[in-house]
């Protein structure tokens, strides 16, 4: 049983809640939230606030932004000619983080999953369609996640867009950079095996 006040576990409950944050991950953020001024937690409920109240969805690509269209929809140095699906922006944002790809993005916004209620009409396939029909889109790469839920996405989407005609790759998967084949389970050996380069 808690001897916190009320205040302070009713703040670690809501600390706990995020992912991967347990409930003594939480009573440190709160505790440090204690040693702060008023000044900075003003600051920081102040900016929790306007995550929510700012950030909305690109109109072009789905992904979260704090303008009617993205940064990246608008840059001018984007090969529309290449659109990348991805499942959420923060898939989005770690391709980004790798500085190679310069085509555009669409985020679904999630990935197939019936029997968690996620159907085609729950992701954003529309604006998918509506991309490619409104670029001159040449190529359409699959980043979606190699789950079974990733996967079956990454089928739809394939069957979706076939009739357009436009080439459509899927993303490789295989040993990640620096690791050792014996701490590689068998999935991802076949993946790479499968998606293996000429050298």
């Not at 703040?11 to 991950?25: A, E, H, T």
């Not at 996405?153 to 998967?173: C, D, E, F, M, W």
Request: hydrophobic share 40%; net charge negative; with cysteine.
């Amino acid at each position: 049983m808690s001897h916190y006040p009320q205040a302070i576990e009713h703040l670690i409950k809501w600390f706990s809640f995020l992912p991967g944050v347990g409930y003594k991950s939480a009573e440190r953020m709160v505790m440090k939230l204690l040693e702060m001024s008023q000044d900075d937690i003003d600051q920081f409920s102040k900016a929790m606030v306007e995550l929510k109240r700012l950030i909305r969805h690109c109109s072009l690509c789905n992904s979260i932004t704090d303008k009617d269209i993205c940064d990246i929809c608008t840059a001018p140095n984007r090969d529309g000619s290449v659109l990348c699906v991805v499942e959420t922006s923060k898939d989005m944002f770690a391709i980004e983080r790798g500085n190679a790809f310069r085509g555009t993005y669409c985020v679904l916004g999630g990935k197939l999953s019936p029997l968690n209620g996620i159907g085609p009409a729950q992701l954003a396939f529309d604006k998918l369609e509506q991309l490619v029909r409104s670029r001159p889109v040449e190529e359409v790469i699959l980043a979606t996640g190699s789950d079974v839920e990733g996967d079956a996405t990454a089928v739809y989407a394939n069957q979706l867009l076939s009739p357009t005609g436009i080439k459509i790759t899927r993303i490789a998967y295989g040993v990640p950079v620096g690791s050792s084949l014996d701490f590689a389970d068998e999935m991802t050996i076949l993946r790479a095996m499968e998606g293996r380069n000429e050298y």
